[in-house]
């Protein structure tokens, strides 16, 4: 075989594939809605992936709704105050930032415009340490709850895990038929390439 028969192979093969991701992504998105239902009326957490005569390819896990986290500052404020006093920061309060006589003297003339202010990165820190539940360990290891976490509606996102075999099963269901009706438009054009080559 020479380099211009190998160049077209490769180019057929990934405009092929290209076209098969593109049709998955659909499959995907049109599976979406019904996912996110059945989760919402049964609270169906899985879906067996089956085979029409029962034979199992694997499992669908159906996400849950992405999280609202609402934190309580004042708490949080106070554990960081508790644990790390040194990463708060004297700031201006947003009424001092547009006072213009302020910005040199606020410390000598205005203590009252002061105010203690988180740093920015050890308070992202400190937001990722807290659970999926809303709860924050501090220094001494006591979890205390600063959130409220929430779930919005099931977006129907899902994770498809392949059971043991499941790829001979799916290539053994293609080539007896049972497949075709399901996904042929998707996959046809690359099986046939690749019986030509």
Do not use: C
């Not at 004297?90 to 009424?95: G, P, S």
């Not at 924050?136 to 600063?146: E, F, P, Y």
Request: proline share 5%.
């Amino acid at each position: 075989m020479n380099a211009k028969t190998h160049a077209l192979k490769v180019a057929a093969a990934k405009v092929l594939a290209d076209i098969v991701a593109e049709g998955y992504e659909q499959l995907r998105k049109d599976a979406e809605p019904d996912f996110a239902e059945l989760r919402k009326t049964t609270n169906s957490k899985s879906l067996s992936a089956e085979l029409p005569d029962g034979t199992e390819l694997g499992s669908i896990a159906i996400l849950a709704g992405p999280p609202n986290t609402q934190v309580n500052m004042k708490t949080l404020s106070g554990i960081i105050a508790n644990d790390a006093p040194e990463e708060f920061v004297e700031a201006l309060t947003d009424d001092a930032l547009t006072d213009e006589n302020l910005l040199a003297f606020v410390r000598d003339q205005m203590p009252h415009l002061l105010k203690l202010k988180i740093r920015d990165d050890y308070l992202k820190k400190t937001l990722k340490r807290i659970d999926s539940n809303g709860y924050l360990k501090d220094a001494s290891g006591t979890r205390i709850k600063v959130a409220e976490v929430t779930r919005g509606e099931p977006t129907g996102k899902f994770a498809f895990t392949a059971g043991p075999g499941a790829r001979e099963l799916v290539w053994q269901a293609w080539q007896d038929g049972t497949l075709q009706p399901l996904i042929g438009d998707l996959l046809n054009p690359a099986i046939e390439a690749g019986e030509q080559t």
